[in-house]
């Protein structure tokens, strides 16, 4: 089959790979539609010594079951298996599971590719009025979804009734932005440094989208969900809660500095950090994408798999607008719409 994949520090090359056998209880997906994540991006980078090169990666992905007991059938993939035996698994919180393995990380080769097998209870069926790339939205949409949960669930207060921000307009803050108007709370903000991506955003969602200095302006916040990770991004969320507010933190761009832990002690700021996402999240991810609950997704910018070592230089170089690419195989038409 043919792959995307990375062998070094910013190179990926689109090669012919063996296909992926398929054992017990696992069914071979063509993959149709996989994005590009921003821990894709470390990777590429060089800054991610769990993903070693030569490997394929990817894990945001959907497309068609080829092989095993459910030959047609349209999926998104839970790229997260783990073993549904320990307490965290038994007590639904699967994504803490120790021996928990994702794909695009070894052993498990990622996404970027033709094929890839899963366990039959990682695919989650698609309707077929969704586009797959849509659908391949379920991954970075649900690391929002977990983290407005747990935020509104600390809160214990009506989602209605919440003011919230979410820092960043990538896939990951744009997903907890619409994950926090999917799940009640009507008040949202989202603040974006990059003027270019900020008037795109403005564009296509219903999403009121704010410089950093703007937000200076704003009141305290009772959510802020900090979608980027670093610490000028921890400062900002750090100093614009309210007392007895939460922060929800699930982008990892740098490991340390910027919270203020004395106003954060002093006023009782919960600090809540995120991973991923529950399988019950994701199903219900998925779902609130079949019943348009994210509103129109029209932000995604599809690309050939084939020439997806470009796109990974375009989102470097800072010449992207859209908070997510979606790679596809090169025999579907990009000017089609959706992949069926």
Known sequence: ????????????????????????????????????????????????????APLILGHEAAGIVVEGSNVGRRVTINP?????????????RTNLCGSRQIISMPPREGAFSEYVTMPRSNLI???????????????????????????????????????????????????????LTAQGVNDVTMVEANPTRRI?????????????????????????????????????ASMHTRPGGVIIHIGLSENTGGLDIRRMTLQEITFIGTYTYTAKDFEQTAQAIFENKFGEINWIEKRPLSVGGNAFKDIRSGNVQAPKIILIPEHICLDTGATK
Request: charged share 15%; proline share 6%.
């Open 1 to 52: 089959m043919k792959a995307l994949v990375y062998t070094g520090v910013e190179t990926l090359e689109y090669q012919d790979v063996p296909n992926p056998r398929l054992s017990v209880g696992q069914e071979l997906v063509q993959v149709l539609a996989s994005g590009i994540c921003g821990s894709d991006m470390h990777a590429y980078l060089g800054h991610d010594e769990r993903r070693p």
């Open 80 to 92: 997260l298996v783990t073993c549904g035996t320990c307490s965290f698994c038994t007590s639904g």
């Open 125 to 179: 069926t698609v309707p077929d009025n969704i586009p797959l790339e849509h659908a391949a939205l379920a991954e970075p949409l649900a690391c929002g979804w977990h983290g407005v949960r747990l935020g509104v669930g600390t809160l214990g207060v009506p989602a209605s009734g919440i003011r919230s921000l979410a820092i960043g307009g990538g896939a990951i803050g744009l997903g907890a932005a619409l994950s």
């Open 200 to 236: 795109f955003l403005a564009n296509k969602t219903n999403l009121k989208v704010i410089s950093p200095e703007e937000l200076e302006a704003e009141t305290p916040f009772d959510l802020i969900i900090d979608g980027v990770g670093f610490a000028g991004t921890r400062a900002t």
